[in-house]
């Protein structure tokens, strides 16, 4: 969900679905419009839901893995624009489906683990901004940026990965992109990572704070989002969340947090 700066959020129906959903494990979801478009790991499905009528929501449309050759086994995170939808598989691979007709998404193209260099083992979250889709590889322990200006062939375009020039992207969970930078949550690392995305090609470590830096809860993060010059992670094993400052995204500063109890 761009504004709040993350395709992982939450959707609150005050009716059961209609029709067949296909939701069994549901993992993740993104709203645009009237439409909620899903992820369900255990269908290994793609889902569309029609929520005009908050009361009655609506299977119109879905796909499951190998539907017109889709690569959608295990899918996890979800983001759309423009008519497109980009999915991501635990089972290393990038797929993009065009849902400008709800009711009949059709594959559109597909980059997998190795393709040109790409970083995409055991993904877990994705992030578009522009004309680029960026990801968080767990297994790859990398950042890994993905030119979709063709939908049709999606390129490898550049990535980042633990340890370099100090990165800190040890099985990174979530990831989000505002202006030049892209900031991850990474759950190996203890940290939240700031990149310098302003080169695509060559992406490179910008700041980084981590678990108990001046008080920072950070253990184990597994999501987060941002608003002006704050970012908000939650951690799994401090059971908190946590705000940022990141003003200076060379040196993010712990504002403070809330921590369960």
């Not at 940026?145 to 490898?156: K, R, Y």
């Not at 094993?237 to 060379?250: I, K, Y």
Request: aromatic share 6%; with cysteine; net charge negative.
């Amino acid at each position: 969900m761009p504004k709040a700066g993350n395709a992982q959020t939450a959707i609150f129906l005050t009716g059961k679905i209609q029709g067949e959903p296909r939701l069994s494990t549901p993992f993740s979801v993104f709203i645009e419009g009237n439409y909620a478009y899903m992820t369900s790991v255990g269908s290994n499905a793609f889902e569309v839901i029609d929520i005009t009528d908050k009361s009655k929501p609506v299977h119109v449309g879905g796909l499951v893995s190998g539907e017109g050759g889709a690569v959608l086994s295990s899918p996890r995170t979800v983001f759309v624009s423009n008519g497109l939808a980009y999915v991501i598989s635990a089972f290393n691979a990038f797929e993009i489906i065009d849902v400008s007709t709800p009711s009949s998404p059709v594959p559109k193209g597909k980059i997998k683990h190795g393709e040109g260099g790409a970083i995409l083992s055991n993904p877990n979250s994705v992030f578009v901004s522009g004309n680029y889709a960026f990801i968080a590889s767990v297994d790859g322990n990398a950042l890994e940026i993905i030119d979709v200006t063709n939908p049709a062939a999606p390129t490898h375009k550049g990535s980042l990965t633990d340890g370099t020039g100090g990165a800190k992207l040890t099985r990174p969970m979530n990831v989000l992109v505002s202006g030049n930078h892209a900031y991850v949550a990474s759950f190996g690392s203890d940290a939240l990572e700031i990149v310098d995305i302003t080169n695509l090609a060559a992406p490179f470590h910008k700041g980084s704070l981590v678990h108990g830096a001046g008080g920072a809860l950070l253990k184990e993060p597994v999501a987060l989002c941002k608003s002006g010059n704050w970012v908000y992670v939650v951690t799994q094993s401090s059971r908190a969340l946590e705000v940022v400052d990141v003003t200076d995204p060379a040196n993010p500063v712990h504002a403070g947090h809330l921590q369960d109890g």
